[in-house]
């Protein structure tokens, strides 16, 4: 009996002092400096979870790229970058909750995502009542206009990439008629809306407008076989999802569509390889920074951390570099008081301007979007076209959003 | 139209695989697997791994799948189900036990197998011209393979002596026990058929249409349509069901826009329960 009481004794303080340390460990490791989060918002599971997923991966891959130099220097002082991400599902009620968490309790300023005008829409509101700043992969012209003035676009919106798209293949590829087959969903419509908007703009004879998928949809060939009836010369497939466009290539291929993709969306090569297999080619999409022939040793380093992060490299996170690399420049630039007053952000925002770390050519990255929204509430990153041709992104263009 | 009838038979003969699991189930233990879609989704994601990591061939990828989940399936039955349907005592908690191992299948295949969708290349080439329709070669494999199933499965339900058995439990379980069949043997085993069904499914389609961590709840949500079409717990009904559904989805998509196919098919179930709440080979009573 003693002995059996003793043991519990030992155990218990074994577990008592285990506690006391895991407990312990983020006050050691963090004792030397300070923190800043970032608070990192979206879809993180279900069947879009890819899109949130790529948005934390990237953010935790540069914030470990910072930590592992010491951390961020703002204002003559280091700050470890710690990320604390929410998942809302893609459901607006559960974005509101995310984004009154990092918001509202964690006190975080600077939020990544989330990742559709609908949830993005939600957030509005909390992020004016907390005057914090989010950066959300939406294109809703309304989040970016007047009043609104939290906002920032950190990618190259669907209704600026449709009409690059529409007029390089008119004008080098003889494109002439053009099908729609968009996703039946806000982010979807709207974007094909934009497409066939673009298209009629330029001339182009649009044969599908109509064509529309469900989200859950796996088979795509009896939406393709209407489609393919139709002999476009381009079939556009406006927000596909990385997971879709290579099913929708392969149903259009195996009904004999010879023509070429296009989606103003960011595609995964790798998905695309396996999923469309030979009849991977032809697509051209909107490409981030990192195609080889256009990156630099930074991205390079980017690429190495996020495999580290993620277990595999994902190209449509070249897309997704940008947005805290662009927040923590302008933190550097804003000091300190910024960290916890985001009006001194938004100060920034109109002389801002940085080199651009993730390409090989001198380019620098500023706030623009003037043009579509009539302040500057969007990251300037180049407009990279790309096409798949043997297994493999190739850049077809460099552009600017204006 | 030559088309759309290859459509609607090739999308029948998948959803067919997809709903005898989850009827199976149903029937054998009165459970509403909700985790049923998330059971796909790992076959097809173990089919993945198989071939494209471990670069073995397909038969063993699907064997594998089948195998694997199958025993998941017997696992969760056992250890889960089992339990909860013994001790609980209202029907829900066996429901609520099976949304709670769909979030959990769903977050592990998250873990494990990463948030990209997957999929394999056709395990044959080619396109086959019939009349002025289209049908890829690799479809007519995967068709041809799910119907051969169908035939090995209702086979083995309606001639062997443990099919007989399911049978048997599924129509009156006090009396089944009474005749000295050993119920908690067979239940475990029509789950874990139940599961190797839905895994070969999704490990035949992932070569047609690939699968993510994500896509289970759609899978589900299709096959529930086509048992409350067929008849739930009724195995003629379950197969009626997915040529039902997959002939709607292909006249559907071929007559009217894309959106508009799954609005008219959920409308027309709505109406159809309305006037026949047991599905069309369902029993009033159950």
């Known amino acids: ?402 | 139209m030559e088309q759309v009838i290859i459509n609607g038979a090739i999308l029948s003969a998948n959803y067919a695989l997809i709903a005898l699991g989850l009827t199976l189930i149903f029937s054998i233990m009165n459970v509403l697997n909700f985790a049923h879609g998330q059971m796909f989704m790992i076959g097809g994601l173990v089919v993945y791994w198989v071939c494209t990591v471990y670069q073995m061939p397909y038969g063993v990828g699907l064997a594998a799948a089948a195998i694997g989940v199958g025993a998941v399936g017997m696992a969760m039955e056992r250890g889960l189900f089992q339990r909860v349907m013994g001790s609980a005592t209202r029907e829900e908690n066996s429901m609520l036990l099976a949304v709670g191992t769909a979030f959990l299948l769903e977050n592990a295949a998250l873990y494990l197998f990463g948030e990209k969708q997957r999929g394999i290349p056709p395990m044959v080439q080619g396109v086959y011209r019939i009349g002025s329709a289209f049908l890829p070669a690799n479809r007519l494999m995967v068709f041809v393979i799910s119907l051969l199933l169908i035939v090995v499965v209702l086979s083995f339900v309606y001639y062997t002596r443990t099919g007989r058995a399911m049978r048997a439990l599924a129509q009156d379980r006090a009396a089944t026990t009474l005749m000295g069949v050993d119920v908690g043997r067979i239940s475990m085993f029509g789950f874990g058929l139940g599961a190797a069904l839905a895994a070969t499914a999704g490990g035949l389609l992932i070569s047609v249409s690939g699968v993510n961590a994500g896509i289970g709840t759609a899978i589900s949500t299709k096959a529930f349509i086509m048992i409350m079409i067929g008849g739930a717990g009724v195995i003629g009904g379950a197969l009626l069901g997915a040529v039902v559904l997959g002939f709607a989805e292909a006249i559907g998509y071929a007559l009217f826009p894309g959106s508009v196919t799954y609005l008219i098919i959920f409308v027309a179930l709505i109406a159809f329960l309305l006037v026949r709440p047991q599905g069309i080979m369902g029993k009033p009573w159950g």
């Open chain 1, 1 to 402: 009996m003693k002995n059996s009481k003793s043991r519990r004794t030992i155990i218990k303080l074994s577990t008592y002092a285990l506690l006391a340390t895991v407990v312990g460990i983020p006050n050691f490791a963090f004792a030397d400096g300070k923190t800043l989060k970032i608070g990192q918002l979206g879809v993180m599971s279900g069947a879009e979870a890819s899109w949130g997923l790529v948005n934390k991966y990237a953010a935790e891959a540069t914030a470990a790229m910072w930590n592992e130099k010491g951390g961020i220097d703002i204002g003559g002082e280091k700050y470890k970058i710690e990320i604390v991400s929410v998942d809302d599902r893609n459901d607006p009620k559960l974005t509101v909750s995310g984004s009154e968490r990092l918001m509202g309790q964690e006190g975080i300023r600077y939020v990544i995502g989330p990742n559709t005008d609908v949830t993005a829409t939600s957030v509005r509101p909390i992020a004016e009542k907390y005057n914090a700043i989010y950066f959300p992969y939406a294109s809703s012209r309304s989040l970016f206009t007047q009043p609104a003035e939290n906002a920032v676009m950190g990618m190259v919106a669907s209704y600026q990439v449709a009409p690059a798209i529409l007029e390089l293949l008119q004008k080098e590829r003889g494109v002439k008629k053009v099908a729609f087959v968009a996703r039946n969903d806000s982010d979807g419509l709207s974007n094909r809306d934009d497409g066939v908007a673009a298209a009629t703009k330029l001339g182009l004879d649009v044969v599908v407008a109509d064509a529309t998928y469900e989200p859950n949809v796996t088979d795509f060939f009896p939406i393709m076989s209407n489609v393919v009836d139709k002999a476009p010369d381009l079939i556009f497939l406006p927000a596909s999802a990385p997971s879709n466009t290579p099913l929708l290539m392969r149903a259009a291929r195996e009904l004999g569509y010879t023509g070429l993709f296009a989606s103003d969306s960011g595609q995964d090569i790798k998905v695309i390889k396996e999923m469309a297999g030979e009849y991977g080619d032809g697509l051209i999409s909107i490409g981030g920074a990192s195609t080889p022939e256009i990156r630099s040793q930074y991205m390079d380093a980017f690429i190495e951390n996020y495999t580290k992060v993620a277990g595999e490299w994902n190209d449509e996170a070249g897309t997704k570099v940008y947005a805290l690399e662009v927040i923590l420049a302008a933190l550097q630039a804003a000091g300190p008081a910024a960290i916890d007053d985001a009006s001194l952000f938004k100060k920034q925002i109109a002389d801002f301007s940085m080199r651009n770390p993730f390409l090989k050519a001198d380019s620098t990255l500023s706030f623009t979007g003037e043009a579509d929204y009539g302040q500057k509430r969007q990251i300037g990153v180049p407009l990279v076209l790309t096409e798949t041709k043997g297994g493999e992104f190739v850049t077809i263009s460099i552009g600017a959003v204006k």
